[in-house]
């Protein structure tokens, strides 16, 4: 007793530390492990292994003394720093420190083995039929094996661990599809490098979608991280009509850090096209954010000697930036400078844009001061015509706010003290200063094309005055509105009756100009309320907010204020026109103004009782309308009355609409309306000019043949369930425009889409807009998406029209392999050639 007692002494000081984990609440067997862990400290620098080993069984667990290994059986576990590993059998080898698990026959089916080993390492898991793992090495290897990677898994007949974070793999597979047992598609290749967290390197690569071999790379790399990873950018493959086959943005990708990246791409045409792309993207949260672009497009077409040559550098730059400098200090851009519309024509597919017009940018620097009326905001603005080539350049614009001030309130006060009349004048000032550039493209009588460039400077100061007295019932506001314009530059006309042309010379110096306009508003409020008690009906409130208004304004084209000049015409007529009207802010108004507007306001609530405590209140038609009368108007003084309406059923259709009636007779030889009331020539009070109502709708319901839970012995097991939840809107409008009666304006449009899913993996829309009038179905297009697991497909149909064409594409749904893609596209556009 006494030698076994010495032997297992021995072992106990030459062997590395396991401590053995056992449900059983035995007090001997915890006193066991307690002696173990009490000589860890003192084993551990005997061995290579640098900690203590957990070992748990369900049957048994057994040391064979003979050949130094301990056995464990059926639920086998293990852990060591951070592995884990469960298994049906795990040996453990004493003198080799070398770990092995195998799983064991099922207990009703000898043919089936369970409890296949399970390894975890980190977050790393690895699953085979066979795993070794040294622990000296910290190196293993999996037979028939898989492992999970940070994107997807990889399978393999042999995993072999060398390195913490290096693998190799003997007849590897690498999928993302989840269907383990029999996925969808795969990469095949015998030899198999994975770098953890960060790539799998493949050489002589096959994939096989659905058991099919489909094509061979004689390598491949892998992302094996989520985010962003630097890398090559996979080019697609085509033919165009007009530049031939193509390689089509090949590059790459760099990931700078956190908050940096840019990429560079490159398109190569068989017929003298070649492209550049770049992107810069850059990033620090709370502070600013950005994105610069850039392209350039090569082409030569045809030789010296081709009748049809053709060349063109076509070239983008577009920036887009957010700042926050401080609380009270903000800098945007939204810039883009582009050759010509040309550059989307030839390198977008971008439906809008292909069909803009013009391109607007702009730069601003904003600025407020906290606890202040004042503003001040810096902007430089471009608007560039594509189809022209027109270019009209804001720089600077500089607008200084002072918003509304009461500048005789005392500022310590809450209120004001309605003592003293002037505390409730105020006063509000805007001052903006332009310098305007323009360049603009026309065809001379000689067929050539001319570029005519201009400058101008402006700087406008508007004040406003207002004097608003407090009232109970009906408010009465005074105002004073003035403005004065400074310009470097006017002009004069003068007619050559010669050729009969009117000549327009530019004239250098400093001119002001100054206008204003007083007047008075007046409004109340009035509000009747019903109780009719109907059905839930608690409550209807009609509210008419009445208000007129008198303004008076001189004639400042009266020859005393010098603002307009004069010349004669080839018929002897005088013509006036005014001093500034090429200037950016225009010059003063002409014509003598005391006019009287009058508007009225109805809006129709509802009160309905939901239950004995909540009442639901609701807007049931609001309508207003508004005339106008100008006393010192030389002819047709009455304004047009002009009204609209809007109004909501519950939350299913929205209706508004617009009508504008004139007063006066219309004049078929003069093509115009005359100083003469309908009601004194045709005995009706007002013709309709302008007409406008719109409706929509958008919806929200489902199909399905589901049945109750519960009732499923009546259910036909052949019969197919579907659930279709449908989604969409719907408008009509309808608009007519008649001021020139005999030259009536219609429209009528029918527009809307419909999204729904026939099954949860099959997704439909169609949107469409269809002329009532002509009868014809304008800019249809159907995308159709198709759920396909570890793919998608996409499937976009222009069925008519100048963008005529599908493109159909099935790739790998996870991001990091969306490259790996089928793509057709058709059209007798550029990059929507065949692929």
């Known amino acids: 007793m006494k030698l076994y007692f010495l032997i297992l002494f021995l072992f106990l000081i030459n062997s590395p530390v396991f401590s053995q984990?056992?449900?059983?609440?035995?007090?001997?067997?915890?006193?066991?492990?307690?002696?173990?862990?009490?000589?860890?400290d003192s084993l551990v620098a005997q061995s290579d292994i640098n900690g203590i080993i957990n070992y748990s069984a369900v049957d048994s667990a057994v040391f064979d003394f003979k050949t130094d290994k301990l056995y464990l059986y059926n639920n086998a576990e293990v852990t060591y720093q951070d592995l884990k590993l469960n298994s049906g059998i795990i040996i453990i080898d004493r003198e080799t420190q070398i770990l092995e698990a195998i799983g064991i026959p099922d207990s009703l089916d000898n043919n089936n083995i369970v409890q296949l080993p399970l390894m975890f390492q980190g977050e790393t898991k690895y699953e085979g039929s066979i795993l070794r793992y040294n622990f000296k090495t910290q190196q293993g290897t999996v037979s028939m094996g898989y492992s999970d990677a940070e994107i997807g898994y990889y399978f393999g007949e042999k995993i072999k661990k060398v390195d913490s974070d290096i693998f190799f793999i003997k007849n590897g597979i690498y999928t993302t599809s989840t269907n383990k047992e029999d996925p969808e598609y795969y990469f095949l290749s015998p030899e198999m490098k994975v770098i953890t967290d960060d790539k799998i390197i493949a050489k002589s690569v096959f994939l096989y979608i659905e058991g099919v071999p489909v094509f061979w790379l004689p390598f491949a790399i892998f992302p094996d991280r989520g985010g962003r990873s630097s890398g090559l950018i996979p080019p697609t493959f085509g033919d165009d009509a007009t530049y031939g086959q193509y390689i089509s943005k090949f590059g790459y990708y760099w990931a700078i850090n956190d908050y940096l990246d840019v990429n560079g791409l490159i398109s190569f045409f068989t017929r003298g096209r070649i492209d550049f792309s770049s992107r810069f993207r850059y990033a620090l949260r709370y502070n600013f954010t950005g994105e610069v672009n850039a392209g350039y497009s090569r082409i030569r077409l045809g030789d010296d000697q081709d009748f049809n040559k053709f060349s063109s550098d076509e070239y983008l730059f577009s920036l887009v930036h957010s700042q926050s400098i401080n609380p009270t200090t903000q800098l945007n851009a939204n810039m883009t400078f582009v050759s010509g519309q040309s550059y989307y024509d030839n390198s977008s597919n971008n439906l809008n844009q292909l069909l803009r017009q013009n391109v607007i940018s702009n730069l601003t620097l904003s600025k407020f001061w906290e606890g202040t009326p004042f503003s001040l905001s810096l902007n430089y603005s471009r608007d560039q015509n594509l189809v022209n080539g027109d270019i009209r350049e804001n720089l600077p614009a500089v607008l200084f706010s002072n918003s509304t001030t009461f500048p005789f309130r005392d500022n310590n006060t809450t209120s004001f003290n309605s003592g003293n009349f002037y505390e409730y004048i105020s006063y509000s000032y805007n001052g903006n200063f332009q310098h305007r550039r323009t360049k603009l493209n026309f065809v001379n009588s000689f067929s050539r094309d001319t570029t005519v460039r201009d400058s101008r400077l402006g700087f406008a100061h508007n004040v406003n005055l207002n004097f608003s007295p407090p009232s109970s019932n009906i408010n009465i506001t005074p105002f004073f509105n003035y403005t004065e314009l400074w310009y470097t530059k006017s002009v004069i006309k003068s007619f050559n009756p010669i050729d009969s042309t009117v000549t327009t010379t530019d004239v250098e110096g400093f001119k002001p100009v100054r206008y204003f306009n007083t007047g008075v508003s007046v409004n109340t409020k009035l509000v009747g309320i019903f109780n009719p008690q109907i059905f839930n009906v608690t409550g209807i409130r009609h509210t008419i907010t009445p208000s007129i208004s008198y303004s008076y304004r001189p004639d400042f084209s009266n020859p005393s204020f010098g603002y307009f000049g004069t010349y004669v015409n080839q018929f002897g007529t005088e013509v006036k026109y005014s001093f500034f009207e090429r200037e950016i802010f225009g010059g003063a108004p002409?014509?003598?103004?005391?006019?009287?507007?009058?508007?009225?306001?109805?809006?129709?609530?509802?009160?309905?009782?939901?239950?004995?405590?909540?009442d639901n209140k609701f807007k049931l038609i609001e309508i207003n309308a508004g005339a106008g009368y100008n006393f010192a108007a030389d002819s047709l003084k009455l304004s047009e009355l002009r009204t609209n309406f809007n109004t909501q059923i519950g939350q299913i259709l929205n209706i508004g609409g617009s009508a504008s009636f004139n007063f006066y007779k219309f004049d078929p030889v003069k093509r115009t309306r005359v100083n003469i009331y309908l009601w004194d020539s045709e005995n009706k009070i007002a013709d309709l000019t302008n007409f406008n109502i719109n409706a929509s709708t958008s919806y929200n319901f489902e199909f399905s043949n589901r049945e109750n839970e519960n009732d499923t012995l009546n259910r036909n097991p052949k019969e197919i369930e579907y659930f279709i939840p449908f989604t969409g809107t719907l408008n009509y409008n309808y608009s007519e425009s008649k001021f020139d009666p005999l030259n009536v304006f219609r429209s009528s449009n029918l527009s809307g889409n419909l999204q729904f899913n026939l099954t949860q993996k099959w997704k439909l829309t169609?949107?469409?807009?269809?002329?009532?009038?002509?009868?014809?179905?304008?800019?249809?297009?159907?995308?159709a998406y198709r759920d396909l697991n570890s793919w998608e497909a996409n499937f976009n149909w222009y069925p008519t029209g100048s963008f005529k064409g599908f493109r159909f594409e099935v790739r790998i749904k996870a991001p990091q392999l969306q490259d790996v893609k089928i793509t057709k596209q058709t059209s007798n556009r550029g990059v929507f050639g065949d692929f």
């Open 21 to 40: 984990s056992d449900e059983s609440n035995d007090t001997a067997t915890s006193l066991t492990d307690s002696v173990i862990s009490n000589v860890n």
């Open 590 to 614: 002409s014509g003598e103004e005391q006019s009287v507007n009058f508007n009225l306001n109805n809006l129709f609530e509802m009160k309905i009782k939901e239950n004995d405590s909540v």
């Open 766 to 783: 169609f949107t469409a807009s269809y002329d009532l009038l002509n009868k014809q179905i304008n800019a249809p297009y159907i995308p």
